[in-house]
């Protein structure tokens, strides 16, 4: 018997890095994965006993409500939710004066705005079902001030702070709100931009605890923990998981 039995669990970006290694820790509890991606979203949920591959931008309203819709239409409900699509390795590193305004919109809508666009339909969901769990995944460079990716740096500090709001506002109705901060992990997206890895990877091995290479598994313990019953008094919360680069 695992801790997630009979749940049913959404994972954006699902299809491959983080959001797929969280998938499988999650399904090895017991829970029924749906994974929701731009791409390879049914490929995906095929390596998981009664997966659910939907393709659908997390940052359209329409899509993003047809996508709940369809989920509770063929699973019941949601349970979990793991907000983890975003923009990441795709991003030049320069300046802040030199990110076109475009950029900047595009990184908020992708990796904020979706957040609250996927928690507004799936949270009146949890709460008919008598609660839930989100958990958000943000990123340790808030935290550590990291220069020159300022639209992604920001909006990652942004999640913080939606998780805490969020968390006090769902309390009431039984939805746990909690949030992940991964430090540098050398997650497919990563690997597909070998120059993120060669200005990136030793300088973060070097100033952690744990002086090796973080993977996308390393952020999976952290995850099943806030979707299971061992965090039920737990909300509102973010856990640092960057091999002691930064102690929060």
């Known amino acids: 018997m695992g801790q997630l039995d009979g749940k049913v669990a959404v994972v954006t970006g699902g ?16 829970a029924r994965i749906v994974v929701a991606d731009l791409q390879g979203a049914e490929d995906a949920a095929g390596a998981f006993r009664d997966g659910l591959g939907l393709t659908a931008d997390v940052a359209d309203e329409a899509a993003v409500q047809g996508l709940v819709d369809e989920v509770v ?12 699509a975003g923009l990441y390795a795709s991003l030049a590193m320069r300046s802040f004066t030199e990110i076109p305004l475009a950029e900047w919109k595009q990184v908020m ?21 008598g609660g839930g769990r989100v958990i958000n995944i943000s990123s340790g460079t808030p935290f550590r001030g990291v220069p020159f990716l300022l639209h992604y740096v920001t909006s990652k500090g942004a999640i913080v702070a939606f998780t ?30 070998p120059e993120v890895i060669e200005k990136l990877r030793d ?10 290479d973080q993977v996308p598994e ?8 806030f979707a299971g019953p061992g965090s039920v008094f737990v909300t509102g919360q973010t856990i640092v998981i960057d091999g002691g680069q930064y102690f929060h």
């Open 203 to 212: 300088v973060s091995v070097a100033a952690r605890t744990l002086q090796r």
């Open 73 to 84: 239409g063929r699973c019941g409900t949601i349970d979990v939710l793991v907000n983890n």
């Open 109 to 129: 809508d992708v990796n904020v705005a979706s957040m609250f666009l996927v928690c507004r339909a799936v949270v009146p969901v949890m709460k008919e079902n």
């Open 15 to 30: 299809a491959q890095g983080i959001g797929n290694a969280i998938a499988h820790g999650l399904a090895a509890e017991g």
């Open 218 to 225: 390393d952020v999976v313990g952290a995850v099943v923990y």
């Open 164 to 193: 805490r709001a969020l968390a006090k506002e769902v309390g009431r109705d039984g939805v746990l709100v909690n949030c992940v901060a991964p430090g540098f992990t050398m997650s497919a997206g990563v690997e597909a931009h």
